[in-house]
């Protein structure tokens, strides 16, 4: 073999030395179009043998130098490669089919790519070009609105923020539902640290028969991720920039200085059962103060974001490789928050001999995030996005002397909240990851039929987030004379992944077959160090030099897993028509309980092509109709390494005592948890019915997909009897159930010189707890003082996940039912809530915790989206819709808002009385009123007071989340500069958004430790509409 | 040209197949490091004190078990020293107490079951000090769940662990069989006094909680009264131990200051200190001097106790403020006096004020050990002795203030063996009030329905025991549940 290598070498040598004898140089120029006669740019001319090549122009148009009898190779994607040898002739038109149609697309799928037509399972692809249209280069967001059955939710609009991505519902309560991401065939990575830039294509596994193959770590569904090459060709380099301006979608209605005081008044004035109380403002000081502070605006800031991108791509017949690099630089709109990225990136690929090829992909991401902390990892009362729209108006943001306004103490607003200015100016945050991830692969070609692949895969990441707040915030106040508190996370996370794969495949007469067999081994390991420290003798070196601070408290942690897996795969097509797929994998990992270490995965599914049966495939408008049909077993092994295990653990708060006596205590170590070596993975069982349809040669698509999963052994705290000493035990009880429908439909009305592609999606998921393991209910999240809200989410056998239980809010007693309001002790002007039950389940005539029911669910009916992408000749505008019906959003911010001497909320302008009886916002009815109305109070609502559903809103929205208008520069100039193209655009995001909800956003959830916890508001940080002008070029 | 093909391609396979092998050699067990499983830990002193120092946590928290219990109501419904009386007793009412016990003994019984298996590592009598400890522990969790409940599972180092091995009740017998062996091995193992360690468990307080179970078994429900003399056997070693550090206090407004913490006359307590603080201490006083009047006492209580410097010590009666005037309780809005023991002067302003409290809380008195004699000498003769009468009488005298006093006179030899007994009660009943003891009186003498006729509607003999916890039972189908009380 290296013989005939070197014969080849010699030849070409020859040629190369004797060109100008064979033949003379010339020009060539010429064009390629399609079918239609639409000349097609970017088309890859390549000088056969060489590396020399071009690319066609906006017009189709190529020029290269080449002699007669040399080939041109013309190639792209999605049309059938063209070999042109060249003639006398210095002219070529070419015109280019496309590659069978749009059926032999490749897609991937787990452990391996397929032709479109011979997909058995329901997958979702993106385009990548569509992850490139938001400002914020995030590929997690720019999945919303793009899939039919993959929900994104923005649960905060912080730089950096996070999503919440769900796949066909949610199966687990304590397993995590995060769908599992892969990164070029590396499993376990974060899709809001890549580059969009970097992808070639983006593929979603919904169902059974599509994330079997990934086992235990299939049931929420796959996102596969691949990331590009160069082409064979001219090197091609691109560079982006993007500057845009953030601001606040929408502000709160909030009152005035003048309203807010003179309300003020009005409540305080109510206390006058010992005669009138003293007012905080007198008249004159009312009316004097005006307009006053706007809090909103003294946090929030209009702020800027850009990002460059660069990459450079290309290849011969044996080597291609990409290169690129990302920075993105995020001010946040909240004042003193900020987030920048950069990625790297190269990727090559390389025949090294006829049968072995070898590729090697390096990416790092280093982020740096500065967001001052909000929703629950935060004291409320320093949280500036839930203070400042509850601090007066008349309260300016620094006092006479210039120091942060305090509060005052004088029996009316937030008194014990701190300066919202404070808060978010005086902490310091800094949140940083370094995230390294390399694989490589061998691909051989053993054999004819037969391939084998191995691939290795390490990621690692480092996280170090700091937090300080120093002496002039809340939580930095001194303590015996020594200011500020922050402290120091420290981690690092090891994976590394080795997967082998072994493939067969062969096509006789009408049978075609591919058999994969495989095995896989993933280590991840854990360590973290945590320091809390407070009470610095110098503010200013705070968390750079802990030897300062009084009093330190160190934890420090760390944790292995460890997967086995065999797994095969049969795809097996007859003539064409009928298609069969069945995969299995035996997972064996180390978090399950000793006796349960292996899971068996299977999967099976059907295809029929009913439009390659003689009876339709001459038909002439109907170009695609497949039925689909699948089942299979997917786990989630969501299970913290070991929980199987007994522990013997501390916890100085609750074990520490003083055996000794005197004055300090001695270390407790208590025994906190049971070994259960039962333990197990979460198994889901999923159904799912499936039909594509494409019309007229593929100008109209549509796919429609019904699925049924079933969720069994979900982890759940099971409770213990008490003489076991321990409270509870992780075990695989309860169960829960999704259902659904999917549609999707796309096309191109239009194409041509004016084109018009469009695609909408709208998915419909139906979720219940089926079994809770023999608990009724179990209650979820903590609640935070002060709201009157002591528990407000539960999970109930029979209900959705999530449920909100209270009291039924019915408005407020009207003038005209004053006897009806006296029988349960209250006066008109006053709550009225629904008298459900009492212990014997009719309604008793006392509201009390009896009458509490569920009163609202945060999940929606459906969610849709909407993409159109018009272009006319060098002009191209797309936008997208994206919304969701039917969810529901827990203010809890209003409670405060909303309080009588409490809040700021402009509602309160609107309470009732008796002139405006038509208000959901209660009286301010005085003590004297009340006491001599002696009524008999039957209203005891308990510690979770204000859990009613007036707080519960509607917040169903649909919002034009992107919009965009580009253009490409003219021919005759790129050509000038040597340019491919240029195009210059202008895009909005999170333009408007059509809603009933009053908060900043109907898509937020400030509590997000548990899928159950979803949907209430407190505090969290808007998203913000930002203004983006760019431009890209590339030559 | 063929066989080097075919040669160099099966040894590429061979190559990679060797090296997948290879780098397959992590295997599935899971061997933490960050914390620790139960069969590798207490293999030193120091391992097994922590699980020891934990199981004290369990029952004794600021807020929670036995913290706090009188405001949770646990003897509240009870105990005729205290407000809100009623003998409805729901089912749910000591389940927190139930748990925490048995996660004390979880804890306990871990350590004895290392040293049993000889996993434990130092020198002979540092093991048998931890284990004197433990026993001393486990004795005690096991006597508060007999009296609170009745016969209870029975969970030793010698049994499986709990969550894999139900168990049925142990009889009360056997219960006390076990509380009993504890405590005499107990007594023979630990030192009479830590020196630097004030707080640890000693040689008499074993005692001291031995005669405390031998008094109580000679009582309801076990009426096994062979114990009487088990009891005056056992106190009487402590009173005549010439090396006993305890003794009474003989001013007794110095019985619960601070400095008297860890002083003669206190033998055990649940501990508390500044880092590790007590549950509040306005639980304990009226709303008008700052207090919550969580655990106030009661007008009947403070009625029926004649005047005597320990009342004024450890019942507050009446307020003076800020003007100097005098407000009685009877004027309070609570309209009952307040146990004084656990606050001022007894604590700092400073910890009222930030609602905290570095106080013990004692569970073994030296006068218990007095008066456990002279009951058991009395009960023993079938009178009064005149041992029997000195015992007590030294509790009287330091209450009086040394003094006569015609309101409260000593006991004589006069009296029958009923009267002596009714006195050693009443006797119990004043000089340890508040510390548990009252409720478990009333249990043991049978006389719930006899001391607040105001409770006498809702009695019913099945008030003398808890109900067993609703789960345990709906658990463990070997539990049965006490009479009167529902099952699930």
Same mark, same amino acid.
């Not at chain 1, 059955?149 to 519902?169: E, F, K, W």
């Not at chain 1, 209605?253 to 010992?274: F, G, H, K, W």
């Not at chain 1, 005891?940 to 509607?954: H, I, M, Y």
């Given at each position: 073999?290296?013989?005939?290598?070197?014969?080849?070498?010699?030849?070409?040598?020859?040629? @190369?030395?004797?060109?100008?004898?064979?033949?003379?140089?010339?020009?060539?120029?010429?064009?390629?179009?399609?079918?239609?006669?639409?000349?097609?740019?970017?088309?890859?001319?390549?000088?056969?043998?060489?590396?020399?090549?071009?690319?066609?122009?906006?017009?189709?148009?190529?020029?290269?130098?080449?002699?007669?009898?040399?080939?041109?190779?013309?190639?792209?994607?999605?049309?059938?490669?063209?070999?042109?040898?060249?003639?006398?002739?210095?002219?070529?038109?070419?015109?280019?089919?496309?590659?069978?149609?749009?059926?032999?697309?490749?897609?991937?799928?787990?452990?391996?790519?397929?032709?479109?037509?011979?997909?058995?399972?329901?997958?979702?692809?993106?385009?990548?070009?569509?992850?490139?249209?938001?400002?914020?280069?995030?590929? *997690?967001?720019?999945?919303?609105?793009?899939?039919?059955?993959?929900?994104?939710?923005?649960?905060?609009?912080?730089?950096?923020?996070?999503?919440?991505?769900?796949?066909?519902?949610?199966?687990?309560?304590?397993?995590?539902?995060?769908?599992?991401?892969?990164?070029?065939?590396?499993?376990?990575?974060?899709?809001?640290?890549?580059?969009?830039?970097?992808?070639?294509?983006?593929?979603?596994?919904?169902?059974?028969?599509?994330?079997?193959?990934?086992?235990?770590?299939?049931?929420?569904?796959?996102?596969?991720?691949?990331?590009?090459?160069? $082409?064979?060709? +001219?090197?091609?380099?691109?560079?982006?920039?993007?500057?845009?301006?953030?601001?606040?979608?929408?502000?709160?209605?909030?009152?005035?200085?003048?309203?807010?005081?003179?309300?003020?008044?009005?409540?305080?004035?109510?206390?006058?059962?010992?005669?009138?109380?003293?007012?905080?403002?007198?008249?004159?000081?009312?009316?004097?103060?005006?307009?006053?502070?706007?809090?909103?605006?003294?946090?929030?800031?209009?702020?800027?974001?850009?990002?460059?991108?660069?990459?450079?791509?290309?290849?011969?017949?044996?080597?291609?490789? @990409?290169?690129?690099?990302?920075?993105?630089?995020?001010?946040?709109?909240?004042?003193?928050?900020?987030?920048?990225?950069? $990625?790297?990136?190269?990727?090559?690929?390389?025949?090294?001999?006829?049968?072995? +090829?070898?590729?090697?992909?390096?990416?790092?991401?280093?982020?740096?995030?500065?967001?001052?902390?909000?929703?629950?990892?935060?004291?409320?009362?320093?949280?500036?996005?839930?203070?400042?729209?509850?601090?007066?108006?008349?309260?300016?943001?620094?006092?006479?002397?210039? $120091?942060?306004?305090?509060?005052?103490?004088?029996?009316?607003?937030?008194?014990?909240?701190?300066?919202?200015?404070?808060?978010?100016?005086?902490?310091?945050?800094?949140?940083?990851?370094?995230?390294?991830?390399?694989?490589?692969?061998?691909?051989?070609?053993?054999?004819?039929?037969?391939?084998?692949?191995?691939?290795?895969?390490?990621?690692?990441?480092?996280?170090?987030?700091?937090?300080?707040?120093?002496?002039?915030?809340?939580?930095?106040?001194?303590?015996?004379?020594?200011?500020?508190?922050?402290?120091?996370? *420290?981690?690092?996370?090891?994976?590394?992944?080795?997967?082998?794969?072994?493939?067969?495949?062969?096509?006789?007469?009408?049978?075609?077959?591919?058999?994969?067999?495989?095995?896989?081994?993933?280590?991840?390991?854990?360590?973290?160090?945590?320091?809390?420290?407070?009470? @610095?003798?110098?503010?200013?070196?705070?968390?750079?030099?802990?030897?300062?601070?009084?009093?330190?408290?160190?934890?420090?942690?760390?944790?292995?897993?460890?997967?086995?897996?065999?797994?095969?795969?049969?795809?097996?097509?007859?003539?064409?028509?009928?298609?069969?797929?069945?995969?299995?994998?035996?997972?064996?990992?180390?978090?399950?309980?000793?006796?349960?270490?292996?899971?068996?995965?299977?999967?099976?599914?059907?295809?029929?092509?009913?439009?390659?049966?003689?009876?339709?495939?001459?038909?002439?408008?109907?170009?695609?109709?497949?039925?689909?049909?699948?089942?299979?077993?997917?786990?989630?092994?969501?299970?913290?390494?070991?929980?199987?295990?007994?522990?013997?653990?501390?916890?100085?708060?609750?074990?520490?005592?003083?055996?000794?006596?005197?004055?300090?205590?001695?270390?407790?170590?208590?025994i906190t948890g049971a070994a259960n070596p039962d333990l197990k993975w979460e198994t889901t069982e999923q159904?799912?019915?499936?039909?594509?349809?494409?019309?007229?040669?593929?100008?109209?698509?549509?796919?429609?997909?019904?699925?049924?999963?079933?969720?069994?052994?979900?982890?759940?705290?099971?409770?213990?009897?008490?003489?076991?000493?321990?409270?509870?035990?992780?075990?695989n009880v309860g169960s829960t159930e999704n259902n659904g429908v999917e549609i999707s439909i796309s096309g191109?009305?239009?194409?041509?010189?004016?084109?018009?592609?469009?695609?909408?999606?709208?998915?419909?998921?139906?979720?219940?707890?089926?079994?809770?393991?023999?608990?009724?209910?179990?209650?979820?999240?903590?609640?935070?003082?002060?709201?009157?809200?002591?528990?407000?989410?539960?999970?109930?056998?029979?209900?959705?996940?999530?449920?909100?239980?209270?009291?039924?809010?019915?408005?407020?007693?009207?003038?005209?039912?004053?006897?009806?309001?006296?029988?349960?002790?209250?006066?008109?002007?006053?709550?009225?809530?629904?008298?459900?039950?009492?212990?014997?389940?009719?309604?008793?005539?006392?509201? *009390?915790?009896?009458?509490?029911?569920?009163?609202?669910?945060?999940?929606?009916?459906?969610?849709?989206?909407?993409?159109?992408? @018009?272009?006319?000749?060098?002009?191209?505008?797309?936008?997208?819709?994206?919304?969701?019906?039917?969810?529901?959003?827990?203010?809890?911010?209003?409670?405060?808002?909303?309080?009588?001497?409490?809040?700021?909320?402009?509602?309160?302008?609107?309470?009732?009385?008796?002139?405006?009886?038509?208000?959901?916002?209660?009286?301010?009815? *005085?003590?004297?009123?009340?006491?001599?109305?002696?009524?008999?109070?039957?209203?005891?609502?308990?510690?979770?007071?204000?859990?009613?559903?007036?707080?519960?809103?509607?917040?169903?929205?649909?919002?034009?989340?992107?919009?965009?208008?580009?253009?490409?520069?003219?021919?005759?100039?790129?050509?000038?500069?040597?340019?491919?193209?240029?195009?210059?655009?202008?895009?909005?995001?999170?333009?408007?958004?059509?809603?009933?909800?009053?908060?900043?956003?109907?898509?937020?959830?400030?509590? $997000?430790?548990?899928?159950?916890?979803?949907?209430?508001?407190?505090?969290?940080?808007?998203?913000?509409?930002?203004?983006?002008?760019?431009?890209?070029?590339?030559? | 040209?063929?066989?080097?093909?075919?040669?160099?391609?099966?040894?590429?396979?061979?190559?990679?197949?060797?090296?997948?092998?290879?780098?397959?050699?992590?295997?599935?067990?899971?061997?933490?490091?960050?914390?620790?499983?139960?069969?590798?830990?207490?293999?030193?002193?120091?391992q097994g004190e922590t699980a020891l120092a934990a199981s004290l946590s369990a029952i004794w928290n600021e807020?929670?078990?036995?913290?706090?219990?009188?405001?949770?109501?646990?003897?509240?419904?009870?105990?005729?020293?205290?407000?809100?009386?009623?003998?409805?007793?729901?089912?749910?009412?000591?389940?927190?107490?139930?748990?925490?016990?048995?996660?004390?003994?979880?804890?306990?019984?871990?350590?004895?079951?290392?040293?049993?298996?000889?996993?434990?590592?130092?020198?002979?009598?540092?093991?048998? %000090?931890?284990?004197?400890?433990?026993?001393?522990?486990?004795?005690?969790?096991?006597?508060?769940?007999?009296?609170?409940?009745?016969?209870?599972?029975?969970?030793?180092?010698?049994?499986?662990?709990?969550?894999?091995?139900?168990?049925?009740?142990?009889?009360?017998?056997?219960?006390?069989?076990?509380?009993?062996?504890?405590?005499?091995?107990?007594?023979?193992?630990?030192?009479?006094?830590?020196?630097?360690?004030?707080?640890?468990?000693?040689?008499?307080?074993?005692?001291?909680?031995?005669?405390?179970?031998?008094?109580?078994?000679?009582?309801?429900?076990?009426?096994?009264?062979?114990?009487?003399?088990?009891?005056?056997?056992?106190?009487?070693?402590? %009173?005549?131990?010439?090396?006993?550090?305890?003794?009474?206090?003989?001013?007794?407004?110095?019985?619960?200051?601070?400095?008297?913490?860890?002083?003669?006359?206190?033998?055990?307590?649940?501990?508390?200190?500044?880092?590790?603080?007590?549950?509040?201490?306005?639980?304990?006083?009226?709303?008008?001097?700052?207090?919550?009047?969580?655990?106030?006492?009661?007008?009947?209580?403070?009625?029926?106790?004649?005047?005597?410097?320990?009342?004024?010590?450890?019942?507050?009666?009446?307020?003076?403020?800020?003007?100097?005037?005098?407000?009685?309780?009877?004027?309070?809005?609570?309209?009952?006096?307040?146990?004084?023991?656990?606050?001022?002067?007894?604590?700092?302003?400073?910890?009222?004020?930030?609602?905290?409290?570095?106080?013990?809380?004692?569970?073994?008195?030296?006068?218990?050990?007095?008066?456990?004699?002279?009951?058991?000498?009395?009960?023993?003769?079938?009178?009064?002795?005149?041992?029997?009468?000195?015992?007590?009488?030294?509790?009287?005298?330091?209450?009086?203030?040394?003094?006569?006093?015609?309101?409260?006179?000593?006991?004589?030899?006069?009296?029958?063996?009923?009267?002596?007994?009714?006195?050693?009660?009443?006797?119990?009943?004043?000089?340890?009030?508040?510390?548990?003891?009252?409720?478990?009186?009333?249990?043991?003498?049978?006389?719930?329905?006899?001391?607040?006729?105001?409770?006498?509607?809702?009695?019913?003999?099945?008030?003398?025991?808890?109900?067993?916890?609703?789960?345990?039972?709906?658990?463990?189908?070997?539990?049965?549940?006490?009479?009167?009380?529902?099952?699930?």
């Amino acid at each position: 073999m290296k013989m005939n290598y070197f014969k080849i070498l010699i030849a070409l040598l020859l040629v @190369f030395c004797f060109q100008p004898i064979l033949g003379q140089q010339k020009t060539i120029t010429g064009k390629v179009t399609d079918a239609n006669n639409t000349p097609i740019p970017g088309v890859n001319v390549l000088l056969q043998g060489t590396n020399q090549g071009t690319q066609t122009d906006f017009d189709g148009e190529f020029t290269i130098v080449a002699n007669s009898g040399d080939v041109l190779i013309f190639s792209y994607l999605g049309l059938s490669a063209e070999n042109v040898t060249i003639g006398m002739d210095s002219t070529i038109s070419l015109v280019m089919e496309e590659e069978a149609g749009l059926l032999d697309e490749v897609i991937l799928v787990g452990y391996g790519s397929q032709k479109k037509s011979d997909i058995t399972g329901s997958i979702s692809s993106v385009k990548s070009a569509d992850l490139l249209v938001l400002p914020t280069q995030r590929v *997690d967001q720019s999945l919303q609105g793009r899939a039919a059955g993959v929900s994104v939710l923005n649960t905060d609009g912080a730089p950096g923020g996070n999503t919440r991505i769900r796949i066909r519902g949610m199966n687990s309560i304590l397993g995590g539902n995060e769908a599992l991401i892969v990164i070029d065939g590396v499993q376990g990575g974060k899709l809001e640290n890549l580059n969009p830039d970097d992808i070639e294509s983006i593929e979603i596994l919904k169902d059974a028969s599509a994330t079997a193959i990934y086992g235990s770590k299939g049931a929420n569904g796959v996102v596969l991720v691949s990331t590009k090459l160069g $082409n064979t060709g +001219k090197p091609i380099v691109t560079y982006s920039y993007n500057y845009g301006l953030q601001s606040i979608t929408r502000e709160l209605d909030l009152m005035n200085a003048t309203e807010y005081t003179s309300t003020v008044n009005a409540a305080i004035a109510t206390n006058n059962q010992n005669g009138p109380p003293n007012l905080p403002f007198t008249d004159a000081e009312i009316a004097s103060f005006g307009e006053g502070t706007n809090w909103q605006d003294a946090i929030f800031e209009t702020a800027p974001i850009q990002n460059h991108q660069f990459s450079v791509g290309g290849g011969t017949e044996n080597v291609k490789y @990409f290169f690129s690099t990302g920075f993105i630089d995020q001010d946040g709109i909240l004042l003193n928050t900020n987030f920048k990225r950069i $990625n790297f990136r190269s990727n090559i690929s390389a025949n090294i001999s006829k049968r072995i +090829k070898v590729g090697l992909n390096l990416a790092m991401v280093e982020s740096k995030g500065s967001v001052t902390p909000f929703g629950e990892d935060v004291t409320f009362l320093g949280n500036s996005i839930l203070v400042a729209p509850r601090w007066g108006a008349h309260l300016p943001v620094y006092d006479e002397n210039g $120091n942060y306004t305090k509060h005052p103490v004088e029996g009316y607003g937030p008194q014990d909240t701190w300066n919202p200015v404070a808060s978010a100016l005086e902490t310091s945050t800094e949140n940083f990851s370094l995230d390294n991830l390399i694989n490589g692969f061998v691909d051989i070609q053993i054999i004819d039929n037969l391939s084998f692949k191995a691939t290795v895969g390490r990621n690692v990441v480092e996280t170090n987030n700091r937090v300080y707040y120093n002496g002039l915030t809340m939580q930095g106040l001194p303590v015996n004379g020594k200011p500020g508190n922050g402290s120091i996370f *420290d981690s690092r996370l090891e994976f590394w992944q080795n997967s082998n794969l072994l493939t067969y495949s062969n096509e006789f007469e009408k049978h075609r077959v591919e058999v994969t067999g495989a095995f896989e081994q993933q280590v991840q390991n854990t360590i973290f160090n945590n320091i809390e420290a407070s009470q @610095f003798t110098v503010d200013a070196t705070a968390l750079d030099d802990l030897a300062g601070a009084d009093f330190i408290i160190n934890t420090s942690g760390a944790s292995k897993r460890v997967l086995k897996s065999y797994f095969g795969r049969l795809n097996y097509a007859f003539d064409d028509k009928y298609i069969l797929t069945a995969t299995i994998r035996a997972d064996g990992s180390s978090v399950f309980g000793e006796n349960n270490k292996w899971g068996y995965f299977p999967s099976t599914a059907l295809a029929w092509r009913v439009s390659e049966e003689n009876f339709l495939k001459e038909s002439s408008w109907l170009s695609t109709l497949k039925l689909r049909a699948s089942w299979g077993i997917t786990g989630n092994q969501g299970i913290p390494p070991f929980t199987s295990l007994a522990s013997v653990s501390s916890d100085p708060g609750r074990y520490n005592y003083p055996f000794d006596g005197g004055d300090g205590v001695n270390l407790g170590l208590a025994i906190t948890g049971a070994a259960n070596p039962d333990l197990k993975w979460e198994t889901t069982e999923q159904l799912n019915f499936g039909v594509d349809l494409s019309f007229f040669n593929s100008r109209l698509n549509s796919t429609v997909d019904i699925y049924y999963k079933d969720t069994d052994d979900l982890l759940l705290n099971r409770i213990l009897p008490g003489y076991t000493g321990l409270s509870s035990i992780t075990d695989n009880v309860g169960s829960t159930e999704n259902n659904g429908v999917e549609i999707s439909i796309s096309g191109d009305p239009f194409v041509g010189k004016f084109s018009w592609n469009t695609a909408f999606n709208v998915s419909w998921n139906n979720n219940s707890v089926v079994d809770l393991g023999g608990d009724e209910r179990i209650q979820f999240g903590g609640s935070l003082g002060g709201y009157g809200v002591n528990s407000l989410t539960f999970l109930e056998a029979g209900e959705s996940f999530g449920s909100w239980y209270g009291y039924e809010f019915l408005g407020i007693w009207s003038e005209n039912e004053r006897s009806q309001a006296a029988e349960f002790g209250q006066l008109p002007g006053d709550q009225k809530f629904k008298d459900v039950s009492g212990p014997d389940g009719i309604p008793d005539g006392r509201i *009390d915790t009896s009458d509490i029911a569920v009163i609202g669910n945060a999940l929606p009916d459906f969610i849709y989206g909407w993409n159109n992408a @018009f272009k006319f000749n060098n002009i191209d505008l797309s936008f997208l819709f994206q919304g969701s019906h039917g969810n529901e959003v827990f203010n809890q911010g209003r409670i405060r808002m909303e309080a009588p001497g409490d809040g700021a909320s402009s509602r309160l302008l609107d309470r009732w009385t008796p002139e405006n009886q038509d208000t959901d916002i209660p009286a301010f009815i *005085d003590a004297r009123t009340r006491l001599d109305a002696n009524l008999t109070n039957m209203v005891s609502l308990g510690s979770s007071q204000n859990a009613t559903s007036r707080f519960v809103e509607d917040a169903s929205y649909l919002r034009l989340k992107n919009i965009m208008l580009g253009f490409n520069f003219p021919d005759e100039l790129t050509k000038k500069f040597k340019l491919n193209s240029l195009r210059t655009f202008i895009s909005a995001t999170n333009v408007f958004t059509i809603t009933d909800y009053t908060g900043y956003d109907p898509e937020v959830s400030s509590f $997000n430790g548990n899928d159950a916890q979803v949907g209430v508001d407190l505090g969290n940080y808007p998203i913000a509409k930002t203004i983006s002008i760019g431009l890209q070029v590339s030559f | 040209m063929k066989k080097n093909k075919y040669a160099l391609q099966r040894i590429k396979v061979v190559c990679l197949c060797f090296a997948s092998v290879l780098l397959s050699c992590e295997n599935l067990e899971e061997n933490p490091t960050s914390f620790i499983s139960p069969n590798n830990f207490y293999q030193t002193i120091g391992q097994g004190e922590t699980a020891l120092a934990a199981s004290l946590s369990a029952i004794w928290n600021e807020w929670s078990n036995y913290g706090y219990s009188y405001g949770y109501q646990f003897f509240k419904h009870a105990d005729d020293q205290m407000n809100y009386r009623d003998l409805i007793i729901p089912a749910d009412k000591g389940d927190y107490l139930w748990r925490g016990h048995y996660t004390a003994l979880l804890n306990i019984n871990a350590v004895l079951k290392s040293i049993r298996e000889n996993r434990m590592e130092g020198e002979q009598e540092e093991i048998d %000090i931890l284990v004197g400890q433990a026993k001393f522990l486990r004795a005690y969790n096991y006597f508060m769940l007999v009296r609170l409940f009745g016969g209870v599972p029975l969970y030793t180092d010698e049994n499986e662990d709990p969550t894999s091995n139900p168990l049925a009740r142990s009889s009360i017998s056997e219960v006390y069989d076990l509380i009993t062996s504890d405590l005499i091995e107990a007594q023979s193992k630990l030192p009479v006094q830590w020196p630097d360690k004030p707080g640890r468990i000693t040689k008499y307080a074993a005692s001291t909680l031995l005669a405390k179970v031998y008094i109580t078994m000679a009582t309801a429900p076990l009426n096994a009264t062979e114990n009487y003399a088990n009891a005056r056997d056992v106190a009487l070693t402590i %009173i005549n131990a010439g090396d006993s550090p305890y003794g009474l206090q003989e001013n007794v407004h110095d019985v619960f200051k601070k400095e008297n913490k860890f002083g003669k006359e206190m033998i055990w307590s649940f501990q508390s200190n500044s880092e590790d603080v007590q549950t509040s201490a306005n639980i304990w006083g009226p709303g008008e001097m700052g207090g919550w009047s969580d655990c106030i006492s009661n007008a009947f209580f403070e009625e029926s106790w004649p005047e005597q410097p320990r009342k004024e010590a450890y019942l507050l009666t009446e307020l003076v403020l800020d003007d100097g005037s005098i407000l009685p309780y009877q004027e309070w809005g609570a309209q009952s006096p307040a146990c004084k023991k656990y606050m001022m002067p007894y604590i700092t302003i400073e910890e009222w004020n930030s609602y905290v409290s570095y106080a013990n809380f004692p569970i073994l008195r030296y006068p218990e050990v007095l008066l456990i004699f002279a009951e058991a000498e009395n009960m023993v003769n079938n009178g009064p002795t005149q041992a029997a009468v000195e015992a007590i009488n030294q509790v009287i005298d330091r209450a009086n203030g040394w003094e006569e006093n015609p309101n409260y006179p000593r006991v004589t030899l006069a009296m029958s063996a009923e009267e002596f007994d009714d006195a050693v009660i009443r006797e119990r009943n004043f000089e340890l009030c508040f510390e548990f003891d009252r409720y478990f009186d009333l249990i043991r003498k049978r006389i719930l329905d006899v001391v607040n006729p105001e409770t006498i509607e809702n009695f019913s003999e099945d008030d003398y025991l808890f109900p067993i916890p609703q789960l345990d039972l709906a658990e463990n189908p070997l539990l049965t549940q006490n009479p009167g009380y529902p099952s699930p």
